[in-house]
Every structure is written in structure tokens, then in C-alpha cells.
């Protein structure tokens, strides 16, 4: 069955003509077929895809996304209110400068289409580099189908009072690959929106890819949102890498999907940092949300905080997988991941496996992973002051996921956000 | 029964002849293992037909699977023809013939462990006459007792013979004999090992070991323990001996198979102290084992506590499946690892059963070049309404060349149930040591006390004689782990 | 206004309240207090309706409205309103949100105006000054991460907002100091009103100094055993529960 899926792929590999024409990233492309076709294709069997289902997916004959549907471009596209950030959109995998913004001294954004030699060099350089190595089918698949992306630089010292937003929507069906370098220069100060969303009832399909480069003393947030619905397929892999004494925080949002998965890589390659991540799943209908995080410590005197809150309702299925690795020379590293979850109905299915793999004895490291119900003391206290038990239930179970919400320094964001997660807790069938 | 086994022996007698090296103070077979090698095995012990059958279907299964890898584990695969699969009790002759012959360094463990000399000589392998003696009255004693309680408490092989009708009723009923490759090796050829059968009712009037049974110590290779509680039975088992059995054999791939009716209690501990090879990492017992319990009745009860310190590499996650309602499942762990050891240890929970209660509480310690991993499944099927989970895991790490790893798979599918995980991280803090030494502890004795106070949890439930001596164990150890 | 006629009560097939009667009229102060064990909390989960809890005979009725056939939240709706002894946490739910989310449910069930956002945040922090809670209090989790005292203080705000017709008060006395206690008898009696009455449930006389009763009702083996007006506590806490359960 996965054949279906690899041969469409591949054949749609071998024949790929980028959007823009361009030529120079083909070599890219030649070794990312290479990867897709010696990859194995995601099964149960293999520890990494364990609790998901790929079958909807891989009986598909992947196709590249047709023409945009405009209607829901401008739907889908609107500002985030008081948001007021840099934007670079992405419609169905392909670039839009009409509907991007200028940037300005501080901050350089380039479209790979558009890159001058000194960017092309940049990108070459930067490209594929971060992601570690090992079985990545689908950031094999994006490689090999690698169209459009952007460049983003900020420059080293620069403070940016704006936050910088990828956004990428999908209106129509088939595969899109968008594509995100971001080099945050030694010093440098700013906030990162990789947003993913999709026009209801589209059968489309992402494989995304995002690859963030931070400089001595560096200081990043992260803000990586999914918005799924029942007919979305993401599946993005996204890696952060860490150089010395710089701050990196991460707000991971994946709601819904047909499968929505994020494998999030915290490469921590200099000493002195520190990382902080938080992250919220949410399954219901028949949605597959994953996380995998992966944390490497390779270099000592760095602290981490993961705070991770999943939930599935109805006949979800939410997985979390949070790995913490201590290398040999990671001495006197903190690292404390928590985990708790919400299992909401007897048809969904929670599964998460926190690890630590430590090779240092000078740590501290912790994990802790609870799966559970919402207070049965907490729904009765708040209908003794009045409240029916649907609407304690829904507070309650936002209450659970605000935690990683008011960690957000962009307000409007976080206000934005909460629009998708009320949508999420009202009229829940748990029966 | 016998004519028919007499008709199978005569009609196999034929194909297994020449396998055999005929020796009058020991019989054993050449390496090789193929169905000849099942059969005589099977015939050697006068089992059944159906028996046989059944090794037979498991070795049939196991040429087709394929040995496990395990991405935390590193050692060189077993060579499976060039073990031998059956050898009667070693004559004296096989053995070192006093304890001279002893490595020096085994008795310095016997002695600092407190066993008196003719119990050094017994577990050393110098089957003293006097010690056979000694350990048959033991045995006969107890063997009264245990038969007025109405407890049948004997190898497995007597057992095939003597009940037939309750080995195969229970026999690979929990541990089937395809469940892995290693439990359906043993399932072909396994030589013998313990059973338990408590009726209705019963509670076992004192604590089983196989410390009694020192007839049956030289089969462990690939020994296979049956213990079964009736309804409304308990008793508490201990596996091993408490001191340091020497053993030569490369591979143990045991299995042991628990059954608990309806309120019924299996209460089972192990220490287990096999050669770990030495600081480079030459020799050693592989120790793949697989143990599984299932609560079958309601209300039913099944406790594993484990005390790892031996073997060059250990493979095993003593389980339960929680059927009944209300029923328990609990291990508790230590395991310690040093020099080149790998433990790869953990438990499963399977939850089925309604108002079914798991809980795990596992200490990991590591030390030199050591790998030490807990791996472990907390599972709640749809069936399971108002389960509950709590695991702890610990550890701690004794220098910078060990690795400590966890890893933990949950996985919920009632939305009734509540499950907990932690697992923390830490080591002997220079500031913990400082403490003792300005107290006048020494080093060794200042890791050893936080060893200890560190594994706590999990001895509390050992029986009393047994926690003792598996503090001294951690003790010995870990002497020259602290520089 | 609260009419409990023979209640039989428990939890579990345990039955606690073994024939429990008792009329408190509108503007009154009843105690009830008790040995532990006696069926005080019973009661008062009984009245506000905790899942768990069987009602095996008898009624309670609130201006002749059966309450026991009640959701909790339409009993809240009725004016019943329930201070915990141990009020729980709900993290990551502000009070403010959870407040607004009561008052709004509450007000419109009783048929007043719901207030503005604006109206709504000026009697939230005229009722934080009151119980002297600091404001950042409406921004925090509700109850988390409160002590004790802050708890029950966010209680009797609680109480305050919502304008109950009858207010339970189970065991608020607690693990209060004497500042704490003091404030939430303040509390308690700026309420006090002749269309409003109040079921104080206390293991100690201690509240009573503070909040002066009409009526005090001493409970043991799920029944009333003994009723008085105030001095009945006085006498309590001098001779203990001994010779009350010998009486009974």
C-alpha cells in the first residue's frame, strides 16, 4: 500500500519543475529523492511512526497542488489583529510577494526565487545542514519536491520590536513543501511565527520544513502553530539549533488534522543556554496530532524546560513523545520536562512516552507524564457556583491549556489562538 | 502414562542414539541444537506426547523468527549451535574438587556475604556429600509441611510426570510459546525449573525458594517456573539464592509463568547476582528472560520485586496482566549495573480488567562503563474502566563514562483512567559525600548508605533475611566504583 | 425558606444522615455543629448536590422548591450557594474568568441584569477589598496556589458576587487564623439581610464569637440531637460533645 504513496512521489520527484524555474537548489533535490527512495515508509513497525496512522495517506497518489482557490486565499490570509508583524505568505506551497510585507534594515527576508549569488550562497550553505541525521522520510520527501522558501536573516545585535510571521495556507488539494532558513545573527533579538492552516475540507498535504540558526548570545521565540481540520494532512519537522549562551523558546500549537505531526529537534550546541519550550496538542473527530521533541544536550552548563499539555476528545488520538539526551560532555545540564493529558472520551487514545537517554552523571534531569481525566472535584465546585457542567468542563479543559497560552508574550497571538481552541472544546461528543 | 512414554522413547530411541555421548557420571548433549536435539531432550525426561508436540511447534517457530535488537543493548549474538541443550547434574568430577580450585575472588564475595563454609563449598560447585545430606533433610522437612497444607511445591519435570493435567492446562497459557524469541527457545528446550501449585484457599505456610531445591541448580540455562494460586491462595516465592551463584553458562533464557485466580496473591522476588564478566567486559551471562504474571480472577494479586546486579547483559521486564477485576500488579526494581554491564529491565502493565491498579517503582544505579535502562509499558485498554497507574522511576549515576536511560510508553485508551509517571535523574552529590566524610564515613561506605537509601523503596519489600543481604550485595558491587 | 424534612443520606451505600430535620426562615443565623464524623459535611454536600452522594429518603426544599432532584448548578441558579472546606484549585482558569462565567449563569437564571464588563470589574474589586484580597488575586488561577486563608476569603467573594438566597458555610472556619477568620465573619455578616439566611456548620465555637447565630443545632449520628439559641454553643464548648451523644 505505502507503494502507492512512494512511487507517486518519487515519479513526481523526477519530473519536478519548481515554480520560479529556477535550477540551483537542484542538487538538493537529486539527494533528497535519493533519501526518499532508500527511506522506509512510516508503519506501525517502526518505533518513530509507532502510534500513528499513515494508511489514508499513504494509499494516496501524491500530486503537486493545483491552481489556489482566490475566495479562500483572502479568507485564510486576514492579519492577526494587533498582531502587526512582518509577513511572508505562502499559498499552496508557492511564494506570494504581493501578499508579503518589506522588511526593513534589521531584518533581511528573501525568497529562494528571488536570492541574489551572496543569498544563494547563504542558503546553499545553511540548507538541510541542521536537521540531524537519521530515517526522515518525509523531510526526504520535501527535499526532493523542495520549491519555494524563504531566507530569513536578522542581523547580528538587531533588537526587533516586530515579530517576523511565515504564514502558509493551503486552499486546494496535493502536496506542498514550504520551506523556512532563519538565521538569528550573535546578539540578536526576535520572534518567529511559522503558522500553518487549511481551508476546511481541502485534502491537502504538507510536508513542511524549518531550520533555525541561532547565534552566540541569541535570543529566539518560536511560535510554531498548526491549525488542522479533519481532511488536513501536516507534517512538519522543524530544528532549532543552538549556539553559545542563547535563549530559545518555543510555543508549539498542534490542533487537529487528519494527521498532524511536528518531530521538533532542540539541537543545543553551545554552552550557556538555555531552552524553554512549550507545547499543546488537541485530537477530536477522528484527528491524529503528534509531537515528537527531541532535546540534545551535547555541551555542558545548559538548562531546558519542556511544558507539554495534550488532550483528545472524541475519537482522537494524541501522541507525545518527548525525548531529553544527555550527551557525555553535558555535564551539570538541568533538564525538566512535564507532560500531562487529557484523556476525554473512552473512543479517543492518549500515547505518550517521555524519555531521557543520560550519559553524564553531573545532572539533573526529571521528567514527569500524567494522563487523566478532567477533577470530577473541580467540574462540582464550579457548578455549585452555577455553571452547567458543559461549560465547567470547557473551562476547565482551556484552563488546562491557557498554562501554555499565557506563556506566550504575544498577546495577540495567544488571543488569536483562542478562537481555534474554543472551537475545539465546544460541543465535544464523549459519549 | 508410562507404557506410552516407554512406546515413544523405543520409537525415538533410534534417532537420537547417536547424539549422545554416553557417560556413566554424566550425560550430556554434544552442542547442536535441531528437532533431534527437542526430542531427546523431551525423551530424556520421559514427557508425553503432547509435550513433545509442543516443543516441537515452538522449535518449528523459532527458526522462523528472527533474534531482537535493541538499540541500547550491545553484545556479540549467541552462537545457538554451539551450546549444549541438556546435561544431567555435573558429577563431582566435573567440578572443582575443593575450594582451592575456587577463584579467590568468589570466595572473598562468600565471605563477605557471611555464608558459612560448607554452603561456600555447595554453591561453588563442590557438591560436598555432607551439604547433599544436609539439603535433602531440608528438603524432605519442608516438603512434609508443604504436603499437609496441601501445596505442591516440585521441579517441573516431577511435576509433567505427577500432574500432568495441571501443566497442560497452564503450561505456555501465559507466556505462549511464540510470545519471543527467546521464551519460544526455551519453550523448545527448556530443561526444568520450578512449579507451584497452591489450592483454593491456602495460604502457604512459609516462604518457597529454590534456595531449598539445590538438586535443581544446574539446569538454569534455560529453566522455566510455573507457579499457579488457586482461588483465594498467596504465596510468596524467591528465585535465586541469595548469594552469588556462580555460573558458567553463557545464556539463561528462563521463563516464569504466574497465575493468579480470583483472590489470590503471587508475591515474587528475585536477586539475581550471575557473573557480570569482568571490568572489560569478557565473559558473562546473557540474561534474557521473560516473566509474565496474569491476574486472571478478580481481585487477584500479583507482586514482583527484583534485585539485579549480575549478568554481562540482562533482558527481561517481569509483567502483568491485569484481567481480573481489581486486581493489582506491582514490581518494584533495582538494578544495578558496573564495569561493562547493560540491563535492559522494566515491567509491562497491561490493563483489561475494571478497577485494576498498577504500580512501578524502579531504581536504576550505574556505574564505570555501565549502560542501565528502564524500559516499560503502562497499558489501558478500552475494557479497563477506573484504572490506575503510577510509575516512579529513579537514577542515579555514579561517575561520567555510565549511561542511564528511561523509557517509558504510555498508552490510554479508557477515559476513566489515571495514570502518573516520574522519573528523575541524579547522582551522588559531592556535597552528600562531603556530609558523610565530615562525619567520619568513608567514601565507600558513605555511596553505599546512599545507595542503599536511594533503593529503599524496593527492599522495604523484600522478605526481611533477603533485603539484608541485598544491601550487602550493592555493597560489594559497588566497592572500587567511587574513586 | 430551607425546609429539610427526615433526610436520609450517605455516600456508598453508607447512610449518614439518619432522619435529618430542620427549618431555617429567611434572615436567619442557624449553626449546626457536631463531633466529627457526625454528618456536618454530609449535609452540606447533600444540599448543594455532590455526585456521590445517595438520598435514600425525606426532602429538602428551598422556598418549596424540591432542591435534591437538582443539577448543582441549578440549585446555585435557586440561590443555594456553598462554601467549600476545602475549595479547589483550578489552574489555569483566572477568577475573573471564572466569576464573570458564575454571575453571568447565576444573574440571568435569577432574572437580573447581568452586569457590563465594566460594572462587573468595579463589584469584583469593591468585593476583593471587602474579603482583603489584593487585585492581582481576579487575575490568578482560581484557588491556586492560595493558602488557606486566601481560599477561603476568595469563598466568601465568591459569595459575595453571586447574592445567594442561602448560603451554606461548611467548616469555613478551618485552618483559619485569627485575622482570617475575623475577615470572613466580616464577610459574612455585611451580608447578613432579611431575605437571606445562613447554615454555619462548625466543629467549634470559635466562629460563633464572630458570627453570633440565631438558632444552634447540634448534630450527631446524622440526626439532630439537640437545638438552643446561641448559649447552646457556649455550653459545647465548655462540656464538649460527650454528654449530648450520652443524651441521645
Given at each position: ?12 520527484a ?11 537548489l ?16 512510516p ?25 489556489s482557490?482566490?475566495a ?5 490570509t ?35 526565487s ?44 538587531a533588537?526587533?520590536?516586530?515579530p ?7 486552499t486546494?488539494t496535493?502536496?506542498?513543501t ?22 476546511d ?14 547565534g ?5 521565540h ?19 539549533h ?39 496538542y ?7 496530532v ?9 555541551v ?32 551539570k ?5 512535564s ?49 452547567s ?7 476547565l ?7 501554555v497560552l ?5 498577546e ?16 465535544q461528543?464523549?459519549? | ?13 533410534s ?35 503432547w ?18 535488537e ?7 549474538k ?63 522437612t ?19 510426570q ?51 531445591r539445590?538438586?535443581?541448580m ?14 483465594g ?12 551463584m556462580?555460573?558458567?553458562?553463557q ?39 521473560t ?7 478478580d ?11 549480575g ?28 564495569g ?49 497507574n ?35 535523574t ?7 559525600l ?23 523503596d ?6 526481611m533475611?533477603?533485603a ?15 574513586g | 425558606?430551607?425546609k429539610v ?14 432522619g ?65 472546606q476545602?475549595p ?26 447581568v ?6 470589574m ?26 488557606g ?6 469563598e ?29 465573619a ?5 451580608m ?41 454553643a ?15
Open positions: 500500500m505505502a507503494e502507492q504513496f512512494k512511487d507517486s512521489a518519487s515519479a513526481l523526477s519530473t519536478f519543475v519548481p515554480s520560479k524555474g529556477e535550477q540551483w537542484s542538487a538538493q533535490r537529486k539527494q533528497g529523492s535519493a533519501a526518499f527512495s532508500g527511506a522506509a515508509m508503519s506501525r513497525r517502526i518505533e518513530q511512526f509507532k502510534y500513528n496512522n499513515f494508511n489514508d495517506l499513504l494509499k494516496q497518489n501524491i500530486s503537486l497542488a493545483g491552481a482557490d482566490q479562500l486565499v483572502a479568507e485564510l486576514a492579519e492577526i489583529p494587533g498582531l502587526n508583524a512582518h509577513r511572508f505568505v505562502f499559498v499552496d506551497g508557492v511564494f506570494q510577494p504581493e501578499l508579503s510585507s518589506a522588511t526593513d534594515a534589521d531584518v533581511s527576508a528573501t525568497a529562494f528571488t536570492a541574489d549569488d551572496a543569498q544563494q550562497a547563504v542558503i546553499s550553505d545553511l540548507l538541510g545542514k541542521l536537521v540531524p541525521e537519521g530515517d526522515r522520510p518525509f523531510v526526504a520527501l520535501a527535499d526532493s519536491l523542495l520549491d519555494d522558501g524563504v531566507l530569513l536573516e536578522v542581523a547580528a545585535g533588537d526587533l520590536q516586530k517576523v510571521q511565515l504564514l502558509s495556507v493551503r486546494t496535493g502536496v506542498a514550504p520551506r523556512l532558513l532563519v538565521k538569528i545573527g550573535d546578539g540578536a533579538r526576535a520572534s518567529v511565527i511559522e503558522q500553518y492552516q487549511c481551508a475540507g481541502v485534502q491537502a498535504f504538507d510536508s513542511a520544513v524549518s531550520e533555525l540558526d541561532l552566540a548570545n541569541a535570543e529566539l518560536h511560535y510554531r502553530i498548526a491549525l488542522g481540520n479533519d481532511s488536513y494532512t501536516h507534517i512538519g519537522t522543524s530544528v532549532a543552538q549556539g553559545r549562551d542563547s535563549r530559545y523558546r518555543a510555543y508549539v500549537i498542534n490542533t487537529g488534522g487528519a494527521i498532524n505531526r511536528l518531530d521538533h529537534v532542540v539541537d543545543v550546541r553551545g554552552s550557556g543556554s538555555n531552552s524553554q519550550m512549550f507545547g499543546a488537541l485530537a477530536r473527530a477522528k484527528q491524529q503528534d509531537i515528537h521533541l527531541c532535546v540534545e544536550h551535547a555542558p552548563n545548559c538548562d531546558s524546560q519542556e511544558t507539554y499539555r495534550g488532550m483528545a476528545a472524541e475519537s482522537g488520538k494524541a501522541v507525545f513523545n518527548g525525548r531529553i539526551q544527555i550527551h557525555k560532555d553535558a555535564q545540564t538541568d533538564a525538566q520536562l507532560c500531562r493529558n487529557l484523556l476525554l472520551s473512552n473512543k479517543a487514545e492518549l500515547n505518550a512516552k517521555p524519555e531521557l537517554e543520560i550519559y553524564a552523571d553531573d545532572v539533573k534531569c526529571a521528567h514527569g507524564a500524567t494522563v487523566g481525566q478532567l477533577d470530577p472535584e473541580s467540574i462540582f465546585y464550579m457548578r455549585t457556583r452555577g455553571l457542567e458543559e461549560k465547567a468542563r470547557a473551562l479543559s482551556y484552563g488546562f491549556i491557557n498554562e499565557l506563556a506566550m508574550p504575544l495577540p497571538l495567544a488571543d488569536f489562538l483562542r478562537t481555534p481552541m474554543d472551537a475545539f472544546f465546544a460541543n461528543d464523549n459519549s | 502414562m508410562s507404557e506410552h512414554t516407554d512406546l515413544i522413547e523405543a520409537e525415538l530411541a534417532e537420537y542414539e547417536a547424539g549422545f555421548v554416553t557417560d556413566i557420571e554424566s550425560e550430556s548433549l554434544p552442542p547442536g541444537l535441531d528437532e533431534d536435539t527437542v526430542r531427546a531432550i523431551s525423551a530424556r525426561k520421559k514427557e508425553p506426547q509435550l513433545l508436540d509442543w516443543r516441537l511447534e515452538a522449535f518449528a517457530a523459532w527458526k522462523t523468527m528472527e533474534e531482537p535493541w538499540a541500547h543493548v550491545d553484545y556479540q549467541v552462537d545457538f549451535q554451539a551450546l549444549s541443550y541438556y546435561s544431567a547434574p555435573k558429577s563431582q568430577a566435573d567440578g572443582p574438587k575443593s575450594l582451592d580450585e575456587v577463584d579467590p575472588e568468589l570466595i572473598r564475595t562468600y565471605e563477605k556475604l557471611g555464608i558459612p563454609l560448607h554452603e561456600q563449598k555447595m554453591l561453588a560447585g563442590v557438591v560436598a556429600v555432607d551439604v547433599v545430606f544436609d539439603s535433602v533433610s531440608i528438603h524432605t519442608f516438603k512434609d509441611t508443604l504436603a499437609k497444607a496441601g501445596v505442591i511445591f516440585s521441579s517441573i519435570s516431577e511435576a509433567v505427577d500432574h500432568p493435567e495441571i501443566i497442560k492446562k497452564y503450561l505456555g497459557s501465559v507466556v505462549p510459546a511464540r510470545d519471543n524469541f527467546y521464551a519460544c527457545l526455551n519453550s523448545a528446550v527448556f530443561s526444568d525449573g520450578s512449579f507451584v501449585f497452591i489450592p483454593k484457599g491456602v495460604t502457604c505456610p512459609m516462604e518457597l525458594s529454590t534456595y531449598f539445590i538438586n535443581a544446574n539446569t538454569g540455562q534455560f529453566e522455566r517456573t510455573l507457579i499457579i494460586a488457586e482461588e491462595a498467596s504465596v510468596s516465592y524467591l528465585e535465586g539464592c541469595t548469594a552469588p556462580r555460573d558458567e553458562n545464556l539463561h533464557a528462563a521463563v516464569v509463568e504466574l497465575v493468579a485466580l480470583d483472590d489470590a496473591k503471587i508475591k515474587y522476588s528475585t536477586v539475581q547476582n550471575w557473573y557480570p564478566g569482568d571490568a572489560e567486559g569478557k565473559g558473562g551471562v546473557y540474561n534474557f528472560v516473566k509474565r504474571g496474569i491476574c486472571k480472577g481481585n487477584s494479586h500479583i507482586s514482583w520485586t527484583q534485585v539485579e546486579t549478568s554481562a547483559v540482562t533482558w527481561k521486564y517481569p509483567s502483568v496482566i491485569l484481567r481480573g477485576d481489581n486486581s493489582v500488579g506491582e514490581f518494584y526494581s533495582v538494578a544495578l549495573t558496573r561493562r554491564q547493560q540491563a535492559d529491565t522494566g515491567t509491562k502493565m497491561i490493563h483489561l480488567g475494571k478497577n485494576t491498579k498498577s504500580t512501578i517503582i524502579a531504581k536504576g544505579i550505574s556505574a564505570a562503563n555501565s549502560e542501565n535502562v528502564y524500559r516499560g509499558l503502562v497499558r489501558i485498554a478500552p475494557t479497563a474502566e477506573g484504572a490506575r503510577y510509575t516512579q522511576c529513579d537514577s542515579l549515576l555514579i561517575g561520567d563514562t555510565c549511561g542511564a536511560h528511561t523509557f517509558p510508553y504510555i498508552e490510554n485508551k479508557h477515559n476513566s483512567s489515571v495514570i502518573e509517571h516520574e522519573a528523575t541524579s547522582k551522588v552529590s559531592d556535597e552528600q562531603f556530609l558523610c566524610q565530615q562525619r567520619g564515613i568513608d567514601t565507600e561506605k558513605a555511596v553505599s548508605m546512599i545507595v542503599n537509601g536511594f533503593c529503599k524496593v527492599f522495604k519489600e523484600l522478605p533475611e533477603f539484608v543481604e541485598a544491601g550487602k550485595l550493592l555493597e560489594i558491587s559497588l566497592e572500587g566504583s567511587v | 425558606m430551607l424534612e427526615n433526610l436520609c443520606a450517605g455516600i456508598e451505600e453508607k447512610t449518614i444522615l439518619q435529618l430535620n430542620i427549618t431555617v426562615n429567611p434572615g436567619e443565623v442557624h449553626a449546626i455543629m457536631g463531633p466529627n464524623g457526625a454528618g456536618k459535611s454530609t449535609l452540606s454536600y447533600v444540599l448543594g448536590g455532590r455526585p456521590g452522594y445517595e438520598v435514600s429518603s425525606g426532602s429538602a426544599e428551598l422556598d418549596g422548591v424540591d432542591l435534591l432532584d437538582m443539577e448543582p448548578e441549578d440549585r446555585a441558579k435557586e440561590g443555594v450557594f456553598l462554601a467549600f476545602y479547589v484549585e483550578v489552574p489555569g482558569v483566572s477568577n475573573m474568568e471564572f466569576l464573570k462565567a458564575a454571575v453571568e449563569s447565576v444573574y440571568a437564571a435569577r432574572g437580573w441584569d452586569p457590563s464588563t465594566v460594572d462587573f468595579k463589584l469584583a474589586r469593591e468585593a476583593c477589598a471587602q474579603v482583603q484580597l489584593p487585585l492581582d488575586f481576579l487575575k490568578r488561577g482560581v484557588n491556586e496556589g492560595f493558602s486563608g486566601e481560599r477561603k476569603r476568595n466568601i467573594l465568591q459569595m459575595m458576587m453571586l447574592k445567594p438566597k442561602l448560603c451554606l458555610l461548611d467548616e469555613t472556619d478551618s485552618g483559619l487564623d485569627i485575622d482570617a477568620l475575623q475577615v470572613v466580616e464577610g459574612v455578616n455585611s447578613r439581610s432579611p431575605d437571606r439566611a445562613f447554615v454555619v456548620v462548625t466543629h467549634y465555637q470559635r466562629l460563633l464569637d464572630y458570627i453570633v447565630p440565631d438558632f444552634v443545632h447540634v448534630l450527631a449520628d446524622g440526626k439532630i440531637v439537640k437545638s438552643g439559641g446561641a448559649e447552646l457556649l455550653e459545647l464548648e465548655e462540656k464538649g460533645y460527650g454528654w449530648i451523644e450520652g443524651a441521645a
